[in-house]
């Protein structure tokens, strides 16, 4: 009888003093993890931040490149949303413009690119910067029976990367879509024409094509304004709509201008 009563003291006494071991293990552990956070330099800790960043930036810019521009898009925000002030913050700013762009967000593209090209004006990106502020517009073109402000304006900034720089890689191509928008300018502006013949406003008609021909002589509708205003001032303004005179309402290919406008850089007597 005296021996089995000792049984559950010596059961108690092994229980406690496992419960004091693994305390001992838990409070041995967690003083291990207080030393080492201690002995943690700061140079350390920024070392893990900025690889955070780069995590970030590889993320985002594999998404990039292979079209998950909305993906890219939240990594280059998180960038800029937790490290603002890092180096990486530039271009994630240009990205961010850039996947809004791709997206077909034009609005918030442009806005994106203004105030890149306003934070960092001497970047060596500026000639792209300009470029895309310039395409947000070309994009919203519409139809030319609609407002042109976006291509007034596209040909505006395009002319001003040529202006700035005259040897950038997208020179070339800036001067086949002045031509393209400027050639939709024109469309437009005859399209008001027929719009004030079919209202019998024949002066203003009048005074619409003279602009035509003064402002966009090259144009492909020139030889039909021309005509159309050799009539009116014959005193024989048409009677009808010029629904078999206007020109198709999209933007022209902007491509088909490129050759011509190369050579014409190659033939100073072949400029306009």
Known sequence: MHNSSLYPIRANRG???????????????AGCAKMKDMLTFTGEAEDAATLTVN??????????AVGKYFTALEYFQEILDRYPFAPEATLAELKAADCNFFLEHYAEALVLYEAFEERHPTNEAMPYVIYQKAMCNYKQIDRIDRDVSGAEKAVQLFSQLIRAYPNSPYTSEAKARIKAARQFIAN????????YIRRNKISEAETRLKYILATYPDAEIAPRAKELLAQIQAGNPPKQTLSSWLP?????DWAKFSSSEDEASENPAAKD
């Open 55 to 64: 995590n970030l930036v590889t993320k985002g810019m594999d998404d990039y």
């Open 248 to 252: 198709k309402v999209a933007l022209p």
């Open 188 to 195: 437009h502006e005859f399209f008001v024409v027929d719009f």
């Open 15 to 29: 229980s406690i003093l496992i419960r004091i071991c693994i305390l001992i293990l838990l409070l041995n552990v």
